[in-house]
Every structure is written in structure tokens, then in C-alpha cells.
């Protein structure tokens, strides 16, 4: 747990909000620990609804949070982020999340490559 003024000090420069895209689980889900550890509230984005809700119960007791269950590679991400971070002072965000398939190239259909340049590339 970090101290009283070094948590001020990270928001004052970071701002009072934090996005953090695949905070489902892993990596994603300690980055938020650690934000929320430092004072940030967070906008949570991942698809499941339900892992988003088990990351982010925890750390309610420490900062707000909010949650959105969307996909990332939509091709309207760019809208769908602006509206829900609307009236937010978002001042960082952590960019987490990823796709991919497991199996010979050539086996994936395209559909699911271009997906998967979307998300872990592309996230428009």
C-alpha cells in the first residue's frame, strides 16, 4: 500500500481517473489493484460483465468504480469510450487487453485474424 502523499501525488498527476482495458482478469485486474491502490478510480472495460464485477466489488471499498462490459474490437469503440467516459477526467489509461487463437495459421479464418488485429492493435 502505497503512503497518503505518495497517492496524492499520483492523482494530482495522473488526474482523479483511470481506464483500464481487459481488467477481467490477470494483468488487466492488477493494474487496477494498483490504481486503485494509488488513489485512482476506474473505468473497468472487458467483455464479461460478471469477471468485470468480481475485479472491481473489491476495490469500491477503496475508490469509485465503474464498470462497462463492451467488445474491443468493435468498430465503433472510439463512440461507445467517449460516451461512457463522458464527465469523467480521465488523465491515464492502461491499454490491456488482447486477443488470439490458438492453431495453425492457416486454420483461423481471416474474420477472426482481423479481429484480433482490432483488438490488440487497431482498437478504434
Known amino acids: 500500500m502505497t503512503s497518503s502523499s505518495d497517492r496524492t501525488a499520483f492523482v494530482h498527476k495522473y488526474g482523479p481517473w483511470a481506464v483500464v482495458a481487459g481488467a477481467s482478469e490477470g494483468l ?5 489493484r494498483g490504481l486503485a491502490d494509488r488513489g ?7 467483455r464479461r460483465a460478471d469477471a468485470l464485477e468480481a475485479v ?3 476495490l469500491r471499498a477503496r475508490v469509485e468504480v465503474r464498470t ?9 469503440l472510439a463512440e461507445q ?3 461512457i467516459c463522458d464527465g469523467l477526467d480521465v488523465g491515464l489509461c ?3 487487453a488482447a486477443l488470439s487463437r490458438i492453431g495453425p495459421f492457416l486454420d483461423v479464418p481471416l474474420a477472426d485474424k482481423l479481429k484480433i488485429v482490432d483488438v490488440n492493435a487497431a482498437a478504434r
Do not use: T
Request: glycine share 4%.
Open 68 to 76: 462497462a462490459a463492451l467488445d474491443l474490437a468493435a468498430p465503433d
Open 94 to 96: 492502461v491499454y490491456n
Open 56 to 58: 472491481a466489488a473489491p
Open 28 to 32: 488487466g485486474a492488477a493494474f487496477a
Open 81 to 83: 469510450l467517449a460516451r
Open 40 to 46: 485512482l478510480n476506474l473505468l473497468l472495460l472487458a
